[in-house]
Protein backbone atom coordinates (compact mmCIF):
# COMPACT_ATOMS: atom_id res chain seq x y z
CA UNK A 1 0.00 0.00 0.00
CA UNK A 2 1.88 3.28 -0.72
CA UNK A 3 1.59 6.14 1.49
CA UNK A 4 -0.45 8.39 -0.10
CA UNK A 5 -3.17 7.69 -2.63
CA UNK A 6 -4.15 10.56 -5.31
CA UNK A 7 -6.41 10.28 -8.21
CA UNK A 8 -4.07 11.11 -10.80
CA UNK A 9 -6.99 12.44 -13.16
CA UNK A 10 -7.12 14.25 -15.59
CA UNK A 11 -10.07 16.42 -13.51
CA UNK A 12 -11.49 18.60 -16.48
CA UNK A 13 -14.42 21.56 -15.41
CA UNK A 14 -15.75 24.42 -16.72
CA UNK A 15 -15.34 27.92 -15.67
CA UNK A 16 -16.46 28.61 -12.11
CA UNK A 17 -16.96 25.57 -10.54
CA UNK A 18 -16.15 24.25 -7.35
CA UNK A 19 -13.38 21.27 -7.54
CA UNK A 20 -12.51 18.98 -4.80
CA UNK A 21 -9.28 17.27 -4.70
CA UNK A 22 -8.36 14.91 -2.28
CA UNK A 23 -5.39 12.42 -0.84
CA UNK A 24 -5.65 9.66 1.65
CA UNK A 25 -2.82 8.56 3.66
CA UNK A 26 -1.93 5.25 5.35
CA UNK A 27 0.61 6.54 7.80
CA UNK A 28 -1.53 8.16 11.28
CA UNK A 29 2.22 9.73 12.46
CA UNK A 30 2.04 12.25 9.65
CA UNK A 31 1.49 16.00 11.45
CA UNK A 32 1.74 18.48 8.48
CA UNK A 33 -0.26 18.10 5.10
CA UNK A 34 0.42 20.47 2.46
CA UNK A 35 -0.93 21.24 -0.59
CA UNK A 36 1.05 22.44 -3.90
CA UNK A 37 0.38 23.56 -7.21
CA UNK A 38 2.73 22.52 -10.48
CA UNK A 39 2.49 24.74 -13.81
CA UNK A 40 3.82 22.80 -16.81
CA UNK A 41 7.82 22.19 -16.64
CA UNK A 42 7.69 24.59 -12.83
CA UNK A 43 8.46 23.54 -9.67
CA UNK A 44 5.93 22.36 -7.07
CA UNK A 45 5.02 26.15 -5.61
CA UNK A 46 3.03 26.19 -1.95
CA UNK A 47 -0.69 26.38 -1.98
CA UNK A 48 -2.01 25.84 1.53
CA UNK A 49 -0.44 24.61 4.29
CA UNK A 50 -1.93 23.04 7.56
CA UNK A 51 -1.11 21.22 10.51
CA UNK A 52 -2.74 18.65 12.36
CA UNK A 53 -6.40 18.57 11.92
CA UNK A 54 -8.78 20.90 10.70
CA UNK A 55 -9.79 23.43 8.05
CA UNK A 56 -7.82 26.21 6.95
CA UNK A 57 -8.71 29.20 3.90
CA UNK A 58 -7.34 31.01 1.94
CA UNK A 59 -9.34 33.28 -0.92
CA UNK A 60 -10.77 30.86 -2.89
CA UNK A 61 -8.85 28.01 -1.50
CA UNK A 62 -9.73 25.87 1.16
CA UNK A 63 -7.76 23.02 2.64
CA UNK A 64 -9.64 20.60 5.08
CA UNK A 65 -7.92 17.81 7.12
CA UNK A 66 -9.60 14.22 8.72
CA UNK A 67 -6.85 12.99 11.12
CA UNK A 68 -9.50 10.48 12.21
CA UNK A 69 -10.19 9.16 8.40
CA UNK A 70 -6.63 9.66 7.10
CA UNK A 71 -8.04 12.21 4.54
CA UNK A 72 -7.03 15.26 3.16
CA UNK A 73 -9.56 18.15 0.90
CA UNK A 74 -8.35 20.96 -1.05
CA UNK A 75 -11.52 23.36 -2.52
CA UNK A 76 -11.52 25.90 -4.98
CA UNK A 77 -14.14 27.64 -5.57
CA UNK A 78 -15.19 29.98 -8.28
CA UNK A 79 -12.37 27.91 -10.72
CA UNK A 80 -10.69 29.98 -13.08
CA UNK A 81 -8.88 28.83 -16.17
CA UNK A 82 -5.75 30.02 -14.49
CA UNK A 83 -5.79 27.28 -12.04
CA UNK A 84 -5.39 25.10 -14.33
CA UNK A 85 -2.02 23.17 -13.26
CA UNK A 86 -1.26 19.30 -11.20
CA UNK A 87 -1.91 19.69 -7.93
CA UNK A 88 0.03 17.65 -5.88
CA UNK A 89 -0.78 16.57 -1.89
CA UNK A 90 2.72 16.33 0.64
CA UNK A 91 2.79 15.22 4.31
CA UNK A 92 5.60 15.18 6.71
CA UNK A 93 5.98 13.97 10.21
CA UNK A 94 7.78 17.32 10.61
CA UNK A 95 10.65 17.95 13.10
CA UNK A 96 13.82 16.55 11.40
CA UNK A 97 12.08 13.65 9.54
CA UNK A 98 10.87 16.92 7.44
CA UNK A 99 11.23 15.41 4.34
CA UNK A 100 8.06 15.57 2.17
CA UNK A 101 5.81 11.91 0.74
CA UNK A 102 4.28 13.40 -1.98
CA UNK A 103 0.90 11.70 -4.01
CA UNK A 104 1.23 11.71 -7.32
CA UNK A 105 -0.77 14.78 -8.77
CA UNK A 106 -4.26 15.08 -9.87
CA UNK A 107 -4.08 17.13 -13.56
CA UNK A 108 -6.79 20.00 -13.62
CA UNK A 109 -7.76 21.90 -16.78
CA UNK A 110 -10.68 24.69 -15.94
CA UNK A 111 -12.01 24.89 -19.19
CA UNK A 112 -13.41 28.79 -20.11
CA UNK B 1 14.16 37.88 -2.25
CA UNK B 2 15.46 35.40 -4.67
CA UNK B 3 13.76 31.57 -4.85
CA UNK B 4 15.66 28.16 -4.99
CA UNK B 5 17.65 27.74 -8.60
CA UNK B 6 18.78 24.80 -10.29
CA UNK B 7 21.56 24.23 -12.76
CA UNK B 8 21.36 22.82 -15.67
CA UNK B 9 17.22 22.88 -16.40
CA UNK B 10 18.10 20.40 -18.70
CA UNK B 11 20.81 17.52 -19.25
CA UNK B 12 20.53 14.80 -21.90
CA UNK B 13 23.71 12.47 -21.05
CA UNK B 14 24.51 9.06 -22.60
CA UNK B 15 24.35 5.74 -20.53
CA UNK B 16 27.90 5.51 -18.27
CA UNK B 17 28.55 9.31 -18.44
CA UNK B 18 28.84 11.36 -15.13
CA UNK B 19 26.31 13.99 -14.78
CA UNK B 20 26.66 16.93 -11.54
CA UNK B 21 23.28 19.25 -11.40
CA UNK B 22 23.18 22.21 -8.86
CA UNK B 23 21.19 23.81 -6.50
CA UNK B 24 21.33 27.17 -4.67
CA UNK B 25 18.94 27.32 -1.75
CA UNK B 26 17.07 30.43 -0.66
CA UNK B 27 19.43 32.52 0.88
CA UNK B 28 19.50 31.77 5.16
CA UNK B 29 17.72 28.85 4.56
CA UNK B 30 19.95 25.53 6.85
CA UNK B 31 17.35 23.00 5.23
CA UNK B 32 18.10 21.68 1.85
CA UNK B 33 16.12 18.58 0.53
CA UNK B 34 17.01 16.76 -3.14
CA UNK B 35 13.84 14.94 -4.38
CA UNK B 36 13.21 13.34 -7.93
CA UNK B 37 10.29 12.41 -10.09
CA UNK B 38 10.37 9.81 -12.29
CA UNK B 39 7.94 9.16 -15.45
CA UNK B 40 4.95 7.99 -13.98
CA UNK B 41 5.98 7.96 -10.38
CA UNK B 42 5.12 10.39 -7.57
CA UNK B 43 8.14 13.11 -6.35
CA UNK B 44 10.07 10.85 -3.81
CA UNK B 45 12.23 12.40 -1.31
CA UNK B 46 16.28 11.70 -1.69
CA UNK B 47 18.08 13.21 0.93
CA UNK B 48 18.20 16.51 3.13
CA UNK B 49 21.07 18.69 4.43
CA UNK B 50 20.76 20.65 7.44
CA UNK B 51 23.97 22.96 6.20
CA UNK B 52 27.03 21.36 5.60
CA UNK B 53 25.52 17.82 7.01
CA UNK B 54 23.56 15.25 6.01
CA UNK B 55 19.87 14.83 8.22
CA UNK B 56 18.43 11.97 6.02
CA UNK B 57 19.69 10.15 3.05
CA UNK B 58 17.38 7.28 2.67
CA UNK B 59 15.93 8.18 -0.27
CA UNK B 60 18.97 7.81 -2.26
CA UNK B 61 18.68 5.25 -4.69
CA UNK B 62 22.35 3.64 -4.62
CA UNK B 63 26.02 4.22 -4.34
CA UNK B 64 26.14 5.90 -7.78
CA UNK B 65 24.46 9.23 -6.20
CA UNK B 66 26.88 11.19 -4.80
CA UNK B 67 25.53 14.93 -2.47
CA UNK B 68 27.80 17.31 -1.17
CA UNK B 69 26.84 20.45 0.56
CA UNK B 70 30.46 22.47 1.09
CA UNK B 71 29.99 25.24 3.63
CA UNK B 72 26.26 24.97 3.96
CA UNK B 73 25.39 27.11 0.77
CA UNK B 74 24.83 24.99 -2.54
CA UNK B 75 24.48 21.80 -3.04
CA UNK B 76 25.43 19.20 -5.70
CA UNK B 77 24.00 16.07 -6.40
CA UNK B 78 26.52 13.82 -8.80
CA UNK B 79 25.23 10.86 -10.71
CA UNK B 80 28.43 8.36 -11.56
CA UNK B 81 28.19 6.20 -13.86
CA UNK B 82 24.42 7.40 -15.18
CA UNK B 83 21.48 4.40 -16.14
CA UNK B 84 18.93 4.82 -17.92
CA UNK B 85 16.59 4.67 -15.01
CA UNK B 86 18.03 7.64 -13.32
CA UNK B 87 16.43 9.81 -16.17
CA UNK B 88 13.78 11.74 -14.67
CA UNK B 89 13.17 15.76 -12.99
CA UNK B 90 15.50 16.17 -9.96
CA UNK B 91 13.99 18.89 -7.77
CA UNK B 92 15.97 20.69 -4.87
CA UNK B 93 13.96 22.33 -2.01
CA UNK B 94 15.29 24.40 0.83
CA UNK B 95 13.27 25.85 4.11
CA UNK B 96 13.75 27.86 7.09
CA UNK B 97 13.69 26.46 10.67
CA UNK B 98 10.00 25.87 11.41
CA UNK B 99 8.35 26.67 7.88
CA UNK B 100 7.75 24.70 5.17
CA UNK B 101 9.78 23.71 1.37
CA UNK B 102 9.89 26.39 -0.87
CA UNK B 103 10.91 24.35 -4.79
CA UNK B 104 13.30 25.30 -7.33
CA UNK B 105 11.77 24.89 -10.93
CA UNK B 106 13.83 21.19 -11.44
CA UNK B 107 16.02 19.57 -13.25
CA UNK B 108 15.37 17.53 -16.27
CA UNK B 109 17.88 14.75 -16.81
CA UNK B 110 17.39 11.95 -19.59
CA UNK B 111 20.05 9.35 -19.67
CA UNK B 112 20.23 7.46 -23.76
Known amino acids: QKEVEQDPGPLSVPEGAIVSLNCTYSNSAFQYFMWYRQYSRKGPELLMYTYSSGNKEDGRFTAQVDKSSKYISLFIRDSQPSDSATYLC????????????FGKGTKLSVKP | EAGVTQFPSHSVIEKGQTVTLRCDPI?????LYWYRRVMGKEIKFLLH????????ESGMPNNRFLAERTGGTYSTLKVQPAELEDSGVYFC??????????FGPGTRLLVL
Open chain 2, 93 to 102: ASRHAGETQY
Open chain 1, 90 to 101: AMSLGGSQGNLI
Open chain 2, 49 to 56: FVKESKQD
Open chain 2, 27 to 31: SGHDN
